[in-house]
Every structure is written in structure tokens, then in C-alpha cells.
């Protein structure tokens, strides 16, 4: 990738470059070249190199300048890294780049083990979650689900999976706060289980799409394997005029809360809202006793 520096083709918010990076091969034929159209001789260049992963930056400020080089840099400390180059005019790159010279296996293992804060990073929530979990295979640490990643005040989750329900009971649904702005509702699923429509046992959950504060969804359900798993929803214009159903992707996320023992409070996410508020959708979820 050659591009200029124009903050169009680098927005504030693009997980473009993150991407580019992340998907090169370990080749030196392979780079990801950022290059000024206004300074002769201005670039960045990125180059994956063994170790797997870890990265070597090349770049020159001005034509009169040495290129300059760092090795093992950790994924999203070049990302950063090149951000602050790029959009900062009177930035000292070589102070910038010899920061996170060599980071790459202490940032990976930090990272991985403790929660560190994403919201500064300019990632997405999406793109943050995927960094957040490639980081934790690579240190050999075990998955989640959900898989929290700390987002400013709060513990970020893409979807959530309750344990431990009655195998039968009540689901209630009830939307506490709506942004019109968007179609956002909630997936529910029980894997396994049903929900009663009249008197047909349904193998599906389904989903609660609220029009309204205080509107409500009332299931009666069954769960032999204790489980109920939730995850925000919004829908989109296909390219042939259709909708769709979409999640997880772009700003999409939620928090959720702990109201009492049966009810849990879910602080939603829309994809397009950024900077996230995690107030476009929020819903309680009751869970009811055992049926009789």
C-alpha cells in the first residue's frame, strides 16, 4: 500500500492500516509504504519479519536524513507509532519509532495478561477484540467467551454467555433506553434449548427488536444445558436494497451490569457511533425460576 498523508485516506478512527499490517507475510518482498506526496523522500515502511509477527520500521523524515530502522515492534505500538508520524507535523519520528524499538515480546505477554485500555488506540471495538485475542493465542494463554477487553471505564464484551439458569423458566426482555437513530436490538440464543410460541416448543431463540422504552419481551423457555447466550444486533441495506441482521463489527459492544441476582443490565454499542457511549441500546434481562 503507497498512500499519501491526507487524513482522509488515514482517518482518525481506520482500522485500515492496522489491517495491512496485520495480514503481511514474514518477506522483505512485502510492505506496507506510506509516502509523502508533499516532503521528497518522506516514507514509513513496515516490513513482517521472523519473529513471527514483529514487525521492522523504516522511515525517513526528510531527504537529507539517514533511514532510520527498528526491530520487533509489537503490531499495535507500530500502528501508534505511524499514527502520531503521520498527523503530527512537528513530531520528532525517531524519538517516536526508537520508543517502541524491540517491544514485541514484553508487549505481547503484558497485553495479554492484564487488562489494558483500548479506547486511546484508535482501533474499533471490533478490530480491538481481534488484536485483544490474537494477542492471547500467541502468549499461550487460554480463550474467553465472552472475552472482556477494557474500554475506558469499563469491561468491553462483543456478546455475553450467562451460566448456570434453570433449565426451565421465564425470560424477560425490557428496553430501559432507545436511540431512534438506529434499528438495535438483541439476539437471544439457547443452545440446545426452546421457546414456547402457543403451545409449540420452538428449538430457537430469536431476537427483541424495542421500538420504545419500557417495551417488553416475555419468553417462556427451556435450557438443559443452563445457557443463555446474548449479543447486541443492528440491521443494514444490503447491496440488493435487503436488510440484514449484522453484528460485531466496527463500534459495536456492550457492558453490562449486575442490577441483582436475576437481572443483569446490557449498556449497548451501535457500530456507527464513534466515539462509543454505550447508551444506543439498553436493556435489562430477568431470569425467572423453575417452571411448575
Known sequence: MITDFDDDVLPTASDDLYIVMDSLPESDSFTTTIQSVDVDGRFIQVIARDPAEALVIRYRQQRADGIGQVAKVDILAAYQAVLECVRQDDVDWRRVFEAVDGGRDSAAVEWAQRSVDYEPTGLSVAMAMLDLAKRRQRAGLPGLVPLPMRWGHHEVITGDTIRGIPAEGRLLLRALT??????????????????????????????????????????TYRSPRGLLQLSNVYTQVAGNGQERVVRWDGYAGMWSERADEVTRVYHCNHSSTVPPTFDDLVFSVHVGGQLH
Not at 432507545?178 to 416448543?201: C, F, K, N, T
Not at 430457537?204 to 422504552?213: Q, S
Open 178 to 219: 432507545i436511540d431512534r437513530r438506529h434499528r438495535h436490538g438483541v439476539e437471544i440464543r439457547l443452545p440446545e434449548g426452546a421457546v414456547l410460541e402457543g403451545s409449540e416448543w420452538l428449538p430457537t431463540g430469536g431476537y427483541f427488536w424495542p421500538d420504545a422504552a419500557g417495551e417488553e419481551l416475555d419468553l
